[in-house]
DNA sequence: GCCGCCAGTATTTTT
DNA sequence: TACTGGCGGC
């Protein structure tokens, strides 16, 4: 029975316990991935289940990809049969079995947040009498709300119809999915709705699924919406074996509907469920469990556990405050330095926020340093301009029912198509009932195309339907590069703008490469499976590994990973927890915040470092806040604040870090947290992209040394540099540092200086 | 049809 | 402060 070895007793019960319904209650860090692999592979080996009737779904492609990854080496042989996917993915593979069953066609595309906003602008600019502040993405959030917890547009209005606004909702609703049906797409909600409709109203389908299902297995248990609960318990409800693993202390996505209650309630559901908690942590410190628990446990709306570990009472966890938030960012970076020069790796460091607008502090001073890091969050490759519209050539080649798509390149690169032309050819596609991209093709009927607008029409439509007849031959990206060769994007987008045209020109580079990639990597290719692949990535699925980086990232990003030395920024009462949180009456708000704060705790294996800001430029203007009341949570002794405030009265619990603190031993000390001195505006820089893993903020600047030459670098001291590549964004230096050996950097990071 | 200016707005966001 | 979207002038 090797395959239980160096499980803990608990996890061992829940790895044997496969038959009925099993709640896997997951302290953070607790080895739950380990406990779902293994189960998978027991089942397998010592059930003679089939793999294929095992079926485990995650969240994240990035939980999927690692799920996979271990199922492959416990299971060997036939692991691949094994369904490891998203909930997303898994409903796109269902349905594009039989996707006629709901009434699509085999090429329906998935809309992605940008895609839906615009297709709801349309739709909302087709609506008489809309009431005043109707803006798409407010709507569009009502819309997925219902959604989510599987109102139809009907009952939307029946419940809440009497109110002009909503019944005005319920009508937007209503036409967006109309125009969704007859766009042939579906937009993320959409994925899991139809799914659980296919699913409800095809018993013959459901039955398919529930053989070849017969052991499910659901990570992240707690952030399940309704929709996803109810697809889950269709698929389950034959044979019984549903096996969920959550914590619902790490519940922190209510706001995208995910239900906590679906986890609290588990058994009641299914009353004769097994329920096996998990509670020895291996990832932190005593200090760190301690301070994690202590936070948690005022939360109302929880399973009572207690975290426990073996690793040792550890560091206690330190609070700092500052007068600003420039300060304070300068601490973090300054301690992080401090910590490398002692031999720590850069990609031990995460720098945890709640809003993403506070990393520009921390990046300003990281770029200062020189120090690579990497921003998780921002906007994701896929969603930049230039990708979006070569993917939307891709998509009109590809299915041509797909408006929205179709829409967004007529005119890009401008060809002088406008708005009133666009205008006429909707109207007439509403008319004759047909498809945007059809209302083109017959162009020449449509009264008000006049012969110039109808002969840049055609040259559009012709050249799509020249890459449409070349789909059966040629491979993807030569499509794509035959697109963007016809189109003369190049010239076109430097015409445009100077400044930006390198990066977007890398930018679909880049894209023709991951093509390739895909090629390669994939048996059957089609363009369709390159565009589903691609609609269902994400920001976090870019991250690579490399070169050593700090990373920064919102606390909600950070949930599922795991860092040896952890800080929290921006611990203010109004910022964490937010504004809105305090404002509210649902005491709920607030409990999801601090499960937000007890996520970004638990974060931390051997360090953990909190600070707050007296004072925040938020929205353009100054604020003051008090300390957070997450740390007041926290007991004295599990803290080190280094000495009492000279803030009057309030929470402020210490004396400003610079007086007392020696983690300045190598830098000018600073004026006193309390003495805020006025903000100046750090000096212009321009961001790092944040899907490129450590490369540089400016890959402008000077290089003056060459292979051979001695340099010195801020962390490193002194080396030799051994080669220098020129990369497609900036060059990599090899170095060999007398002191802490051969090191690979980007030289716009590095900020080598010349040695004599 | 295109460009530029002004006004409004601003958490978190697995897919 | 910084970005986006709408509207008016050319």
Request: net charge negative.
């Amino acid at each position: 029975m090797d395959l239980l070895t160096g499980l803990n007793d608990r996890q061992r019960d829940a790895v044997l316990h496969t038959e009925g319904p099993v709640l896997i209650l997951a302290g953070a860090g607790s080895g739950k991935t380990r406990v779902l692999t293994t189960r998978a592979a027991y089942l397998i080996r010592e059930k003679n289940v089939k793999p294929w009737n095992i079926m485990a779904i995650t969240f994240t492609n990035k939980a999927a990809g690692e799920m996979r990854e271990r199922v492959n080496n416990l299971v060997g042989m036939g692991s691949e049969a094994v369904w490891v996917a998203t909930f997303h993915s898994t409903c796109v593979r269902m349905l594009r079995r039989t996707p006629e069953r709901v009434g699509f066609d085999h090429h329906f595309t998935v809309y992605d947040t940008d895609d839906s906003k615009r297709l709801m602008k349309q739709v909302i600019d087709g609506m008489k009498n809309v009431p005043g502040n109707f803006r798409p993405k407010n709507v569009l959030n009502a819309v997925s709300k219902a959604k989510n917890d599987l109102i139809s547009p009907d009952e939307f209005e029946d419940e809440r119809g009497y109110d002009l606004y909503w019944k005005s909702v319920a009508e937007a609703y209503r036409r967006y999915q109309k125009k969704l049906l007859e766009n042939n797409a579906m937009d993320f909600d959409d994925l899991l709705i139809n799914c659980v409709k296919l699913l409800r109203e095809n018993p013959d389908v459901l039955e398919n699924w529930q053989e070849r299902f017969r052991y499910i297995m659901v990570d992240e248990y707690q952030d399940t919406n309704a929709v996803q609960f109810e697809m889950v318990s269709l698929l389950a409800s034959k044979y019984r074996n549903l096996c969920v693993v959550g914590d619902d202390d790490q519940s922190i996505y209510k706001f995208r509907g995910a239900d906590i209650k679906n986890i609290l309630s588990f058994e009641n559901t299914y009353n004769d469920a097994y329920v096996v908690r998990l509670e020895q942590n291996y990832r932190s410190t005593q200090y760190i469990l301690d301070t994690a628990n202590a936070v948690i446990k005022n939360n109302y709306e929880r399973r009572d556990k207690n975290l426990w570990t073996d690793k040792g009472q550890g560091e206690k966890v330190r609070f700092r405050e500052f007068g600003n938030s420039r300060e304070e960012a300068g601490f973090v970076v300054e301690d992080i330095i401090r910590k490398a020069g002692k031999g720590a790796s850069l990609d031990d460091f995460a720098v945890l926020y709640r809003t993403n607008a506070q990393s520009r502090m921390v990046e300003d001073h990281l770029v200062e340093e020189g120090i690579p890091y990497n921003l998780v969050g921002g906007v994701s490759f896929y969603s930049r301009r230039e990708v979006k519209d070569i993917l939307a050539y891709l998509r009109t080649v590809d299915s041509g029912r797909d408006d929205i798509s179709t829409a967004r390149i007529l005119n890009v690169p401008k060809r002088g198509i406008g708005k009133t032309t666009e205008g006429r050819i909707s109207e007439y596609a509403a008319e004759k009932g047909i498809g945007f991209y059809d209302a083109l093709l017959a162009a020449k009927d449509i009264p008000g195309v006049s012969g110039a607008a109808l002969k840049k029409i055609e040259a559009f439509t012709g050249m799509v339907e020249k890459w449409r007849s070349h789909l059966p031959e040629m491979g993807l990206s030569d499509i794509a590069a035959m697109i963007v060769e016809d189109i003369d994007y190049r010239n076109k987008i430097e015409a445009e703008s100077e400044e930006e045209a390198r990066d977007r020109l890398e930018n679909v580079g880049e894209l023709i490469s991951k093509m390739e990639a895909f090629e390669e990597e994939n048996e059957e290719v089609s363009l369709s499976s390159f565009l589903e692949e691609v609609s269902l990535m994400t920001n976090l699925d870019e991250l690579e590994e490399g070169t050593p980086r700090v990373l920064l990232m919102t606390l909600h990003s950070a949930k599922g990973l795991e860092f040896p030395c952890v800080y929290i920024i921006g611990l203010d009462d109004g910022l964490f927890p937010g504004q809105q949180s305090l404002a509210s009456p649902d005491s709920s708000d607030m409990e999801e915040e601090r499960r937000l704060m007890y996520v970004g705790i638990t974060r931390a294996m051997d360090s953990l470092t909190l600070t707050h800001s007296a004072t925040r430029l938020v929205n353009g203007e100054y604020n003051a806040f008090p300390v957070s009341r997450f740390v007041d949570e926290i007991p004295d002794e599990l803290l080190d604040s280094t000495g009492e405030s000279i803030f009057a009265g309030h929470r402020s619990r210490l004396r400003p870090a610079a007086i007392t603190d020696d983690i300045f031993d190598d830098v000018p000390a600073r004026p006193a947290a309390g003495s805020a001195k006025p903000y100046s505006p750090a000096k212009p820089y321009s961001p790092a992209k944040p899907y490129s893993a450590g490369k540089p903020a400016s890959a402008s600047g000077s290089i003056d040394y060459k292979p051979g030459d001695r340099v010195r670098h801020r962390l490193f001291g002194e080396g030799t540099v051994v080669e220098m590549v020129p990369g497609p964004r900036d060059t990599k230096v090899t170095v060999d540092f007398d002191g802490s050996g051969r090191k690979v950097m980007y030289a716009g990071f590095a900020k080598l200086e010349k040695a004599d």
